[in-house]
């Protein structure tokens, strides 16, 4: 069965560093992964998402992840954490075929918590 | 501006009592889902529906409801059978059914008095 685990149920980073947020998903056939943000009482902002290509993406609010086949893993990364980049981030797969009914599966989610 | 618009934001309910939360897209989406979040459970799927008038069931439907008449709309009714519905329902769309990306509403909060 698909499934997605973020090993990390909450992160504290200090403002300026550098951030790894991590995923990792079961799936048998091609996954299209996805990160999401999300403001507390708000709803999902897609970050950046990988259908095929190059396995290293890039997104928006200056985030990338790298997709890792060989250890089914979709980690996101950003160089310098800002304290507007506190929220909760999930990570979500996608089946890679024509007959899939276009559901996603989430993760439990990651809260970052930014400090000053 | 297109979006996915969901109402009310906030609402109260007193048990035994049926609600229906309203889900309205102008992005000329095909499919249309429903979420329901709760803390350290991520998002779980309780009904997606890819075409007018056809919907199916996601992983939590017992005790929840919906409607597809028109491409623009899909409401979702929690009903008194649903035993723990207070939670933070979204409301998402995409193209074709397919696994593109999710746009998501900006979520509705039920609380259960």
């Known amino acids: 069965a698909q499934s997605v685990t973020q090993p990390d149920i909450h992160i504290t980073v200090s403002e300026g560093a550098s951030l790894e947020l991590r995923c990792n998903y079961s799936y048998g056939a091609t996954p299209y992964l996805f990160w999401y943000v999300q403001s507390p009482g708000q709803g999902l902002q897609l970050l950046l998402k990988?259908?095929?290509?190059?396995?290293l993406v890039q997104g928006i609010k200056g985030f990338e992840a790298e997709f890792k086949r060989s250890q089914s893993s979709f980690n996101l990364r950003k160089p310098s954490v800002h304290w507007s980049d506190a929220a909760e981030y999930f990570c979500a797969v996608g089946a890679g075929s024509s007959s899939n009914t276009g559901k996603l599966i989430f993760g439990q989610g990651t809260t970052l918590q930014v400090k000053p | 501006d297109g979006g996915i618009t969901q109402s009310p934001k906030y609402l109260f309910r007193k048990e035994g009592q049926n609600v229906t939360l309203s889900c309205e897209q102008n992005?000329?989406?095909?499919?249309m889902y429903w979420y329901r979040q709760d803390p350290g459970q991520g998002l779980r799927l309780i009904y997606y529906?890819?075409?007018?008038?056809?919907?199916q069931k996601g992983d939590i439907a017992e005790g929840y409801s919906v409607s597809r008449e028109k491409k623009e709309s899909f409401p979702l009714t929690v009903t008194s059978a649903q035993k723990n519905p207070t939670a933070f329902y979204l409301c998402a769309s995409n193209m074709q059914g397919g696994a593109g990306e999710l746009f998501f509403g900006e979520g509705s909060r039920l609380t259960v008095l």
């Open positions: 992005l000329n989406h095909d499919a």
């Open positions: 990988y259908f095929s290509g190059d396995t």
């Open positions: 529906s890819q075409i007018v008038n056809d919907f």
